[in-house]
């Protein structure tokens, strides 16, 4: 069965996703701290919003999603470690810009 250009298309959530992560990574990787710079033992603050099921803050008050698993993931490869602040994107997006 061939598809046709609309049915081979990501779904919008996936694509508003996979924009999302590529700004925070673009923001993070070009502010003051460079993630391939960061040691062992590195604190990383991450902000997290409501966007299920990529990040959200679960019934448990705790960090959840596909973003979050991905983050975790590197992070305990890393021996990082990960601070979270839950907030509204244009929150987050302004305490970034802050610095």
Known sequence: MKLNKTENRHHPLIQTGLIILTLTLVLTLSGPVHLA???PNTSIRVG???NKPMCYVDGNN???GIFVAVLEYIARNEDW???YTHDTFPALRQK???G
């Open 37 to 39: 710079l960061a040691t």
């Open 48 to 50: 997290i919003f409501d």
């Open 62 to 64: 705790k960090p959840a």
């Open 81 to 83: 470690k990960l601070v």
């Open 96 to 98: 970034l810009e802050q």
